[in-house]
């Protein structure tokens, strides 16, 4: 103790000093995660740059854009909505309970994360047709339920929500093992059954994730084109989104007007992205 | 009262075998015992959130081994409180009553009464973020009293607490026990908290569960502050 307030006085204060210093740390980091963004920002002006606004201009009037368009933003909200109705229970009886067969369970879930979308789009085509003696799913929905999937706009929404839906269940499993269970356990032990112990303890915690799953599923959905391509079709004004007219726009050599509908994709996602960040977290955090 | 027959519960690696003891109503029973020996596992059972594995649990003469936990009118107050994140305080009071279809007159009444008692009435439209611990842990007996249990479960209600605090809990906790006449099975590692508040003294050893009598626990009690 002494020596320290000698030296001090002497003033010797830079030995006391930490040499180390805070500022290659942050560099290196900093360098490391600006790499990424600037790849995003760099594609999305090398888009900007490469279209004008008469081009995008020219995109958006059209009919066929504006009908992909309208579909686009129809099938990802439904297709989200669903699926956070069912990544909610999911979620909590995956993160919940131990039961025979989770581990199967918990694979199936992430089947289509890992399959490759033409995969999923051919399974489903053939799950649509593949005869069960003389019965066929299509063929039964299309004459007694007189709802024809295939090829049709339900088909967009099924291709979205066989892939947003797993994505949704894995943050809504998160979600729910970040919350605390010994809440639901006091609540039934206070007079509440499991169920209403999920939807007064648990539900009311977890909004914040099943926003967050709801826009994982929306953004997942409006980026998905492979499986609608196989199993709904790429029928113009029909089954078209706007994933795959830059793939028609591309087709037929129309490489503005595929640039201006990527421009669009980008627009339309950054903004739900932000309203439903805003909505969910605010805008602090 | 609460009587254990028998009972085996396994829990994880390790099981407690035949645990039998009984607590008389309206009684005050300390269980005292190692980290790790099975104190909360009773707990969790004669609540109905674990499953026994053989024997009988007994509440009121009644067999409630089988039964539900919202069935077996127990207040239960976990080591971690489990307090209600999205709930205020008053929630926290009136949700057994609602869950049992009180009037809201009757609810009124009773949020009110058990606020007072339990020094908390400038707390009722606070939410539980900010709360100290001695206010939560107020907030916790006050939910697992509303609706009138015939048992209350402490688990170490007092072990994150500061001395001063622990001393008004310990303090309330006596006087609720006494004006309730509800009976109580408390967990503690601290015997000086078993001396101050309890009717009767339990410990957990090798899986059994064995009765000490309270001068027993009284002498391990000086022993321990002379030892401080």
């Known amino acids: 103790m002494t020596d320290l307030t000698t030296h001090r006085k002497a003033g010797t204060k830079s030995k006391f000093r930490r040499r180390g210093s805070d500022l290659p740390f942050f560099l290196v980091m ?11 920002v760099l594609l999305i002006a090398a888009d900007l740059m490469f279209t004008s606004f008469e081009d995008f201009r020219a995109a958006v009037m059209k009919p066929e854009i504006q009908s992909a368009f309208r579909l686009t933003i129809l099938s990802c909200t439904i297709a989200a909505l669903l699926s956070i109705w069912v990544a909610t229970p999911l979620g909590y009886l995956l993160s919940r309970y131990r039961f025979p067969g989770r581990l199967l369970i918990d694979t199936i879930v992430d089947i289509p994360i890992v399959l490759p979308p033409l995969v999923l789009g051919l399974s489903l085509l053939i799950l649509f047709h593949l005869p069960f003696g003389n019965w066929e799913l299509e063929a039964w929905l299309r004459d007694d339920i007189g709802f024809p999937v295939t090829y049709r706009w339900p088909a967009v929404i099924l291709a979205q929500f066989s892939v947003s839906c797993a994505f949704a269940v894995r943050t809504m499993r998160v979600t729910f093992d970040q919350i605390n269970p010994r809440a639901e356990d006091v609540a039934r032990t206070l007079g509440c059954t499991r169920g209403q112990a999920f939807l007064q303890i648990a539900l009311p915690q977890s909004w914040r994730g099943m926003i967050a799953a709801t826009t994982i599923a929306w953004a997942r959905a409006l980026g998905e084109f492979g499986p ?21 726009e591309l087709s037929i050599g129309q490489l503005n007007a595929a640039v201006a509908v990527s421009l ?22 | 009262m609460i009587e254990f027959q028998n009972v085996c519960i396994r829990a994880g690696d390790f099981q407690l075998k035949d645990v039998t003891f009984e607590i008389g109503s309206g009684q005050y029973a300390v269980l005292m015992g190692r980290t790790g020996r099975g104190k909360t596992t009773i707990l969790e059972s004669l609540c109905g959130l674990r499953r026994v594995q053989s024997g009988k649990i007994m509440i009121r003469g009644m067999d409630v081994t089988d039964w539900p936990p919202g069935d077996r009118e127990i207040g239960y107050v976990p080591q971690d409180l489990a307090l209600f994140p999205t709930f205020s305080v008053a929630e926290h009071l009136k949700f057994a009553l609602h869950l049992r279809r009180f009037h809201t007159t009757q609810i009124e009444r009773r949020v009110h009464e058990l606020a007072e008692m339990l020094g908390i009435t400038h ?8 709360l100290s611990g001695g206010e939560s842990q107020r907030v916790a007996l006050g939910r697992a009293l509303s609706f009138r249990p015939t048992v209350l479960l402490l688990d170490e209600p007092l072990s994150a607490l500061d001395a001063e605090t622990r001393e008004e809990i310990q303090t309330l906790l006596r006087t609720l026990t006494e004006n309730t006449g509800v009976t109580t099975l408390h967990i503690t590692h601290n015997a000086a908290e078993a001396t101050a508040l309890a009717d009767r ?16 626990t009284e002498q391990a009690s000086r022993a321990n502050s002379t030892a401080s």
């Not at chain 1, 994709?265 to 955090?285: K, P």
Request: glycine share 8%; hydrophobic share 55%; charged share 15%.
């Open chain 1, 30 to 40: 900093s360098g490391i995660s600006s790499c990424f963004i600037l790849l995003i």
């Open chain 1, 228 to 248: 609608i391509l196989v199993f709904a079709g790429a029928t113009r004004m029909r089954t078209e989104v706007l994933s795959t007219t830059v793939f028609l």
């Open chain 2, 201 to 216: 003294c339990f410990h957990i050893v090798d899986g059994q569960v064995t009765e000490e009598s309270m001068n027993q």
């Open chain 2, 123 to 130: 707390l009722l439209k606070r939410q539980i973020e900010g």
């Open chain 1, 264 to 285: 669009l994709m980008v627009a339309i996602a950054v903004v739900v992205l932000v309203v439903l960040r805003v909505l969910g977290t605010g805008l602090t955090s």
